[in-house]
């Protein structure tokens, strides 16, 4: 049986009041109960709706990731007039529904628990939900994205894992898909290069980012050359940068802006 408790924070930044809060959920099919760090802008209103964005950690990280990484998201909730939503993705979930590990259904938890909860509590409009994540998260943000196109607006991605099949021996993906040589049609089906076949409106605006000097650079590249084929609306952002927390502090803004575009079209 799911349990679902809110926790409200008041946190001072500076001289500045505001409502944080903090969304903890449980569910029989996750390790523990998750946390969603939530900012609202400082001009919150029950009166008017508001765009929503999602922004996915990376493996090993937690809700407070984004945070930390760009001293303090207040700025960009209140800039942009955004609901900004940091959920917890446990250290190797790859965001995915893992057919190996029954307590590890993170799809699942996200759409039947996660997104309702955000959609019960706050004033969102439901025609401006994004999602985007750095690396483990970026793979999420589209696995998402793609899986669930009628959720999410668009989505983004920063040094993103954009095919994980060139990766099967890093970062424990194995807890989450399994051993590519027993299931292999898992990884392939897995892989957002592959989803992106199911896209369905190919007037679709998405956005995505990667350092040149990034191991995941190529595939990257690859996703995109893919899209330039199919004659998809992508945004890449191609950039000097590593794979690291100053490339992602300083290109997560402009995924930002590009959203708020697309909401003032």
């Given at each position: 049986m799911k349990k679902i408790f809110f926790l409200l924070l008041l946190i001072s930044l500076g001289s500045t009041s505001f409502p944080q809060e903090k969304l903890v959920l449980s569910a029989d099919y996750i390790p523990h109960s998750d946390t969603s760090l939530i900012f609202l802008p400082k001009?919150?209103?029950?009166?008017?709706?508001?765009?929503?964005?999602?922004?996915?950690?990376?493996?090993?990280?937690?809700?407070?990731?984004?945070?930390?990484?760009?001293?303090?998201?207040?700025?960009?909730?209140?800039?942009?007039?955004?609901?900004?939503?940091?959920?917890?993705?446990?250290?190797?979930?790859?965001?995915?529904?893992?057919?190996?590990?029954?307590?590890?259904?993170?799809?699942?938890?996200?759409?039947?628990?996660?997104?309702?909860?955000?959609l019960e509590k706050y004033k969102v409009n439901k025609e401006n939900i994004f999602i985007t994540g750095l690396s483990m998260g970026g793979h999420g943000a589209y696995f998402l994205f793609l899986k669930h196109q009628d959720l999410f607006k668009s989505a983004g991605s920063l040094s993103?894992?954009?095919?994980?099949?060139?990766?099967?021996?890093?970062?424990?993906?194995?807890?989450?898909f399994?051993?590519?040589?027993?299931?292999?049609?898992?990884?392939?089906?897995?892989?957002?290069?592959?989803l992106l076949d199911s896209l369905k409106d190919k007037n679709r605006e998405f956005i995505f980012s990667c350092g040149t000097e990034d191991f995941a650079y190529g595939v990257n590249k690859k996703f995109y050359e893919k899209c330039l084929l199919k004659k998809l609306k992508a945004t890449f952002i191609s950039n000097p940068g590593l794979h690291r927390a100053d490339y992602w502090k300083n290109n997560i803004e402009c995924q930002l802006s590009f959203f708020r575009k697309l909401v003032e079209k």
């Open positions: 001009d919150y209103s029950l009166e008017k709706t508001y765009p929503l964005v999602f922004l996915l950690h990376g493996w090993s990280g937690n809700y407070k990731h984004w945070n930390e990484l760009t001293d303090g998201l207040q700025k960009y909730s209140d800039k942009y007039d955004f609901i900004l939503v940091c959920p917890h993705g446990f250290y190797d979930s790859w965001y995915i529904d893992s057919p190996v590990n029954p307590k590890s259904q993170m799809e699942t938890f996200f759409i039947k628990n996660l997104i309702p909860a955000i993103g894992i954009l095919d994980i099949t060139e990766f099967p021996n890093r970062w424990s993906m194995v807890n989450a399994g051993k590519t040589d027993s299931i292999p049609d898992v990884w392939k089906n897995s892989s957002v290069y592959n």
